[in-house]
């Protein structure tokens, strides 16, 4: 069985920082893509930022210049560094992969269990 295990939100002022991470437990033969994505209550879940296993990123307009995503493939880990934030960034974050854990060559999609993010004014 494999979990993304989700860690790192909580309450923070705005124009501060906080860092998400991201673990994939259990047997994994390989990670493709990893993102990480965020509802608000009332919205619809939405991409915040995605990178490749070679490292290419792509990022949400709304956070462009402000969150970094990253990843250490040794550790099968994803990481969200969330700066300057502002309220309208809460939301729960959810972790998300593309990964094979019985099989090489069977991927499946994966989605951790959120982490609640607020931001206060």
């Known amino acids: 069985q494999v979990q993304l295990v989700e860690s790192g939100g909580g309450l923070v002022q705005a124009g501060g920082s906080l860092r998400l991470s991201c673990a994939a437990s259990?047997?994994?033969?390989?990670?493709?893509?990893m993102a990480w994505y965020r509802q608000a209550p009332g919205k619809q879940r939405e991409l915040v930022a995605l990178?490749?296993?070679?490292?290419?990123?792509n990022y949400a307009d709304s956070v462009k210049g402000r969150f970094t995503i990253s990843r250490d493939n040794a550790k099968n880990t994803v990481y969200l560094q969330m700066n300057s934030l502002k309220p309208e960034d809460t939301a729960v974050y959810y972790c998300?992969?593309?990964?094979?854990?019985?099989?090489?060559?069977?991927?499946?999609?994966?989605w951790g269990q959120g982490t609640q993010v607020t931001v206060s004014s």
């Open positions: 998300n992969a593309d990964l094979a854990h019985d099989l090489p060559w069977r991927f499946n999609n994966y």
């Open positions: 259990g047997r994994v033969f390989s990670i493709n893509a």
């Open positions: 990178i490749t296993r070679g490292g290419t990123t």
